[in-house]
């Protein structure tokens, strides 16, 4: 990983792509990348997303969580009894994906699958104790990685763009 310098002169990780062709174009670490490319929402969007994930996944690897396991907990936790496809799907991961996500969280004995009985293919989804306890302590340190956010860009700006990214979510 290297450090891409803003226009701000800010230093953000930026992650090369390991295809020589790619390499090629990559910007040293002290160099602006080129006016148009830096001034384009996708570009803009996808370097402040590695930034803040980054960040997150250090705050969560303290409770040896990665942010998909983190959504997966979180999400479990509010809406016990949900099925897996019901879970993936608010999620946006395919449920071929999810299996492996709840059957390595299952495995740590942080959540347990019930079949349901009309239906033996579809698992409802609930948190364990201990589960419980990892969901209520990661949220903590989710919690800490939100307010560093929300100190870097005040709390009316993070409301403003918390609503424009949620206009960009939907189908362009």
Do not use: C, W
Request: proline share 3%; no cysteine.
């Amino acid at each position: 990983m290297t450090l891409l310098r803003t226009n701000s002169g800010s230093r953000l990780p930026y992650v090369t792509l390991r295809s020589p062709r790619v390499a090629r174009v990559a910007e040293p670490a002290d160099r602006t990348p080129d006016a148009r490319v830096a001034d384009t929402l996708s570009f803009a969007l996808r370097r402040a997303q590695t930034a803040v994930f980054a960040d997150l996944h250090h705050a969560l690897a303290e409770v040896s969580l990665r942010p998909i396991q983190f959504a997966a907990l979180d999400l479990i936790g509010e809406q016990a009894g949900a099925s897996q496809g019901q879970v993936s799907d608010a999620l946006g991961i395919e449920k071929a994906n999810f299996v492996a996500i709840i059957t390595e969280l299952e495995q740590r004995g942080l959540v347990e699958r019930r079949k349901l009985a009309s239906d033996a293919r579809t698992y409802r989804l609930s948190l364990t104790t201990a589960g419980q306890a990892l969901r209520d302590e990661a949220i903590r340190h989710q919690d800490r990685h939100e307010s560093k956010l929300t100190a870097a860009l005040g709390e009316q700006s993070r409301r403003d763009l918390l609503r424009i990214l949620e206009r960009l979510s939907k189908p362009l």
